[in-house]
């Protein structure tokens, strides 16, 4: 009995404690990201880079460099080579000649395309991934994610509802490099708004696909056309 009436202290505490965390999230509407500073200024190298599928060459031959506070955004149709480039540099296996390095100790938080690998609650999601929770939800909730939606296992969310899990991860983690591939897909303009807010004030290094024209013209330092 007096264990039983511990755990329901225990988790009451606990209820209490999450409540007064959901109540400070929502105060302050500005999101932020702390970019780590690499020693080099060169973080990012393609030196005649083809993706080949076969016998097809999809994209290439490419040379092109991504340096410290540039924002690249990678250009193309459909089909050439955006994705499997982003891929690649992630260390996926996709077949190429030439070659693509990257600085020493390079850092690089990634936001994929995809997203049918989520499952598990938020909190599940951020311990998997080694974030730091509060951090986490904070970020959620500033872009307008429900709170209803924290409990539940991440299959049953909308589209930019998992597109938002992915973007909070990312703006959680410090890093010298953002690959983002297709960030905004099924995001609401006021949140792609807080985005575009969030990375002309933190210039972070980027190397990005994004369809929404009129953001990567306001985001991209630079273009890489395929």
Excluded: C
Aim: hydrophobic fraction near 40%.
């Amino acid at each position: 009995m007096k264990r039983a009436k511990a755990t329901e202290r225990r988790q009451e505490s606990a209820a209490k404690e999450k409540e007064k965390l959901l109540k400070d999230i929502e105060r302050n509407d500005t999101l932020k990201v702390t970019p780590l500073r690499h020693h080099a200024d060169l973080l990012v190298e393609a030196l005649d880079l083809s993706i080949v599928y076969g016998e097809r060459t999809v994209t290439g031959p490419l040379s092109f460099t991504l340096r410290q506070g540039e924002r690249a955004a990678l250009l193309g149709k459909n089909g050439s080579g955006k994705s499997s480039i982003v891929k690649l540099l992630m260390g996926e296996d996709i077949p190429h000649t030439g070659t693509l390095r990257t600085a020493s100790g390079l850092v690089i938080s990634y936001m994929p395309q995809d997203t049918s690998f989520l499952r598990g609650t938020v909190s599940d999601f951020a311990k998997e991934n080694g974030l730091d929770e509060t951090l986490f939800l904070t970020i959620l909730r500033k872009l307008d994610f429900p709170r209803v939606q924290f409990e539940k296992d991440m299959r049953s969310f909308s589209g930019g509802q998992k597109k938002k899990a992915l973007l909070a991860k990312t703006l959680s983690e410090r890093a010298h490099l953002y690959v983002w591939d297709e960030p905004l897909n099924f995001v609401d303009v006021l949140s792609r708004m807080q985005i575009r807010d969030l990375l002309l004030a933190a210039k972070p290094t980027m190397l990005f696909v994004e369809h929404d024209r009129t953001f990567v013209d306001e985001i991209a330092t630079r273009f890489i056309t395929l």
